[in-house]
T-cell receptor, first 114, second 111 residues
Framework: EAQVTQNPRYLITVTGKKLTVTCSQN?????MSWYRQDPGLGLRQIYY???????DKGDVPEGYKVSRKEKRNFPLILESPSPNQTSLYFC?????????????FGPGTRLTVL | GQQVMQIPQYQHVQEGEDFTTYCNSS?????IQWYKQRPGGHPVFLIQ?????EVKKQKRLTFQFGEAKKNSSLHITATQTTDVGTYFC???????????FGQGTELSVKP
C-alpha cells in the first residue's frame, strides 16, 4: 500500500531534550516536506527536499533540522525543543516538487513540549 | 511574500444547506490544489485546477479557478455530515519547491 509513515504519532517531551520524528514514504517520490499545523494558522512549511541531499528552508525553519540521505526517508530533528514547538506535525511527499503533483500526507505527529 | 488567504475560517451549516469557501492568492498561480482534512486526520488531496476559468465537479463538490488565476472556490451543494472537516487550498510559490497553503476553512454540519 502506497503510504507515508511517521513515528512517533504522539510525543510528550521536555524543553531542551533532542528528539527526532521519522518520516518514510514507499512511493519513490522525489519531493518530501514537513509542515506544522497550529489552530488558525493552517499548514506552514518547515523544510522541504527536492531530492536526495537537496533540502531547503520553508516558511518556519527556526529550531528545526532535516536531512535527506535516502530517497524514502526525511527525518525532522529538534535539537533543543521549546514549548512554542508544541504542534501537530505532518510529513508529506509528492512525485516531484513542481507543485503540479498531489501531496500525500502522513498521519501526523502530535508533539507537546513542556 | 506570497500569500494564500482563505475565508471564512469557520462555517457552521445545517445539513442540507450549501457551503462555499474562497481562496485568494497575492500572486498569479500556475495551478491550485484543494485538500480535505477530516477531524483527527491528515490532509487528503481532492483536486487540482490548472486552466484559467476552469470548473471541475466531484459529485456535490464544485471547484472553480478564477480567470486571473488568483482565486479559487469550493462549493458544496446540500451538505451532509460526511462533509465535516477542514478544507485547504494550496498553490505553488513562484520559485517552485514550496506549496503555500491557505489557513483552511473548518466546516461543521449540524444534522
Amino acid at each position: 500500500e502506497a503510504q507515508v509513515t511517521q513515528n512517533p504519532r504522539y510525543l510528550i517531551t521536555v524543553t531542551g531534550k533532542k528528539l527526532t520524528v521519522t518520516c518514510s514514504q514507499n512511493m519513490n517520490h522525489e519531493y518530501m516536506s514537513w509542515y506544522r499545523q497550529d489552530p488558525g494558522l493552517g499548514l506552514r512549511q518547515i523544510y522541504y527536499s527536492m531530492n536526495v541531499e537537496v533540502t531547503d528552508k520553508g516558511d518556519v525553519p527556526e529550531g528545526y533540522k532535516v536531512s535527506r540521505k535516502e530517497k524514502r526517508n526525511f527525518p525532522l530533528i529538534l535539537e533543543s525543543p521549546s514549548p512554542n514547538q508544541t504542534s501537530l506535525y505532518f510529513c508529506a511527499s509528492s512525485q516531484t516538487g513542481t507543485g503540479y503533483n498531489e501531496q500525500f500526507f502522513g498521519p501526523g505527529t502530535r508533539l507537546t513540549v513542556l | 511574500g506570497q500569500q494564500v488567504m482563505q475565508i471564512p475560517q469557520y462555517q457552521h451549516v445545517q445539513e442540507g444547506e450549501d457551503f462555499t469557501t474562497y481562496c485568494n492568492s497575492s500572486t498569479t498561480l500556475s495551478n491550485i490544489q484543494w485538500y480535505k482534512q477530516r477531524p483527527g486526520g491528515h490532509p487528503v488531496f481532492l483536486i487540482q485546477l490548472v486552466k484559467s476559468g476552469e470548473v471541475k465537479k466531484q459529485k456535490r463538490l464544485t471547484f472553480q479557478f478564477g480567470e486571473a488565476k488568483k482565486n479559487s472556490s469550493l462549493h458544496i451543494t446540500a451538505t451532509q455530515t460526511t462533509d465535516v472537516g477542514t478544507y485547504f487550498c494550496a498553490g505553488p510559490n513562484n520559485q517552485g519547491g514550496k506549496l503555500i497553503f491557505g489557513q483552511g476553512t473548518e466546516l461543521s454540519v449540524k444534522p
